[in-house]
């Protein structure tokens, strides 16, 4: 608590050095979002909002390297801009002056763009709102936070829970400020989705994989990885609903993730009788969403590729413990995209630090009848 009070007053004194202005050369919106894939396709529907009531502005979207393909071709975003934003490389820091040389790096790159105006889209993002102003950027919008909103122009109150609706609180604000035309839907599943496009050349790829594999009828997946180890549930556990799954439906199992998660898809293939399927690291993001887009189902842990199964538009499972549901939860349909969660609270609820292992309590509650009851059901409506 005393290192966050004196972290807090040390941004504040930041805030009030002198940054050099800059002045606006055309109508460029700059979104800073450093997080992950979820993260980046909670932003989808705002994103779309935003586009849909300033049609005419250029809109940039600075986020890390591991999130552009997210919004790769999206007609909603003119240009993406990677930063490898520090607190979000899911590495360890070089040196404890590494993200202060970064400031000063992008500080001048960004003032050479000019942009008119900048969105902080993650509350406590000091290092993004500490960019913005050292840039001069004339306009700086974002939620009012204690670490942010020193560096801010435009302090916004976010009530929201759902992180859907605090990215489209935030750009709502945005078009007002800069006066283009108010959004008129209300920020729903239904009425602002999730946005993700697959092309011809990525379906055709995913086709390719799934003959490739020797998969040609329905199929099923289970994604078991996240980017928090907190957030994993038992592998044998995972073996024990994909054998149910092939026996009551006589689909192909189909494990993917990432390279670095094989050894957790070989502890399920080693638990199977019956030899299932790997896709570790033979897909990128967007083959990922092209043959999740395929599947009759997909299942998996709170995770940004089970987010981007929803926003694919195929039925999902997923199973939630540390993280929150209100927060994070799938937007969707909550009859295609299911929530299983044991509903235990501890005083670490929400710590997702890489530091965290396996084996948290509310995961370790959700049992496989659970998870097979749900798979039932989901695929019984088609």
């Known amino acids: 608590m005393i290192a966050h009070r004196v972290r807090n007053l040390g941004l504040a004194v930041a805030a009030r050095m002198p940054a050099p202005s800059t002045r606006s050369t055309g109508g460029e919106i700059l979104l800073i979002r450093p997080d992950h894939i979820g993260d980046l396709l909670f932003l989808t529907p705002a994103l779309h909002r935003l586009r849909c009531s300033m049609p005419e502005a250029r809109i940039t979207l600075a986020t890390g390297p591991w999130g552009a393909d997210v919004v790769a071709g999206s007609p909603d975003v003119d240009e993406v801009i990677t930063i490898p934003f520090p607190g979000f490389t899911r590495k360890e820091a070089r040196s404890p002056i590494a993200p202060y040389r970064l400031l000063a790096t992008w500080e001048q790159r960004l003032r050479d763009r000019a942009p008119a105006a900048a969105v902080i889209l993650r509350d406590d993002h000091w290092w993004g709102a500490w960019l913005a102003q050292r840039a001069g950027i004339p306009v700086r919008i974002g939620a009012d936070h204690p670490v942010a909103r020193h560096f801010l122009t435009r302090p916004v109150q976010v009530p929201e829970r759902h992180w859907v609706r605090r990215n489209a609180v935030l750009l709502d604000a945005t078009v007002s400020l800069l006066d283009g035309r108010p959004p008129g839907l209300l920020v729903m599943p239904e009425t602002a989705p999730l946005r993700w496009t697959v092309t011809e050349a990525e379906d055709e790829a995913a086709v390719t994989l799934l003959r490739d594999v020797g998969v040609s009828g329905p199929f099923v997946v289970i994604h078991p990885g996240s980017g928090a180890t907190v957030k994993l549930w038992p592998a044998r556990r995972w073996a024990a609903v994909a054998g149910a799954i092939r026996a009551e439906q006589g689909c192909a199992i189909l494990l993917t993730g990432s390279a670095a998660e094989e050894p957790l898809m070989t502890q399920i293939q080693a638990a199977l009788p019956e030899p299932v399927i790997s896709l570790a690291g033979r897909t990128d993001l967007r083959q990922l969403g092209a043959l999740f887009r395929r599947a009759r189902l997909v299942c998996g842990v709170d995770s940004g590729p089970l987010h981007l199964a929803v926003a694919a538009g195929t039925p999902t499972i997923h199973l939630y413990g540390p993280s929150s549901i209100d927060d994070y939860g799938p937007w969707g349909d909550p009859q295609r995209n299911r929530v299983i969660s044991a509903?235990?609270?501890?005083?670490?609820?929400?710590?997702?630090?890489?530091?965290?292992?396996?084996?948290?309590?509310?995961?370790?509650?959700?049992?496989?009848?659970?998870?097979?009851?749900?798979?039932?059901?989901?695929?019984?409506?088609?």
């Open 343 to 382: 509903g235990l609270h501890c005083p670490r609820c929400g710590d997702l630090s890489p530091h965290r292992p396996e084996g948290a309590g509310c995961m370790i509650a959700i049992t496989v009848e659970q998870v097979n009851a749900a798979v039932r059901e989901v695929l019984s409506r088609g």
